[in-house]
């Protein structure tokens, strides 16, 4: 079974509402529909204008050229997550739920949860802490940063690797991250 990102590009009124009420009762601001569409996607290399863009002649999320992976692959993740990060992996283990993940770019380290969305105990985490934990991660699956950033040499390697760790990391790194440059709530499932 294949698992991918939707873009929340603007939220229904009930939708937003739980989101809101659950943010509010953390003590976290509320979470706002980007006044700009993010779904747009550069028509250029040498333009991003959403979080579609070109990279490399492909069309991809951010960098990454795989927007959906296979459920055992999110499951590996946060299994490794888990053995590598122990407490300090709040959001990645959640990837083995089996149910919608909202990311929200909103800065919260725990996952929040609502009883009136999609699921009883509907996840809603923070695309910072998700880039957090990807960071500290990013170690232990051979992929070298640069500091909190990937550069896009090392984007362009995973993309043409077979290493399923890799591939779904730069999906969750470059989908949390986009999240956060546009100010856009994502859905995983």
């Keep these: 079974m ?3 990102f ?3 590009a603007e939220m229904g009124e009930k939708e937003l509402s739980e989101i809101n009420r659950v943010l509010r009762q953390a003590g976290l601001p509320a979470y706002q529909n980007p ?3 993010p779904t747009g996607a550069a028509h250029c290399s040498s333009c991003r204008a959403g979080i579609y863009t070109i990279f490399d002649g492909g069309h991809c999320l951010g960098r990454a050229s795989l927007d959906h992976n296979g459920a055992s692959s999110f499951d590996q993740l946060a299994r490794l997550a888990q053995e590598h990060l122990g407490a300090e992996a709040k959001v990645l283990p959640l990837l083995q739920l089996g ?3 909202y990311f929200l770019p909103i800065s919260f380290t725990d996952p929040l949860y609502s009883d009136h969305m999609y699921h009883p105990r509907q996840p809603l985490c923070s695309s910072q802490q998700t880039t957090s934990e990807l960071v500290a991660l990013a170690t232990y699956l051979d992929i070298p940063l640069e500091g909190p950033l990937l550069s896009d040499a090392t984007a362009r390697a995973i993309n043409n690797t077979p290493d399923e760790p890799q591939t779904v990391w730069l999906t969750m790194f470059e989908a949390a991250r986009q999240s956060v440059a546009h100010k856009c709530a994502l859905i995983l499932g």
Aim: charged share 25%; net charge negative; proline share 0%.
């Design 6 to 8: 939707g873009i929340r």
């Design 35 to 37: 006044e700009i569409d």
């Design 2 to 4: 294949s698992i991918g």
């Design 99 to 101: 149910q919608l993940l």
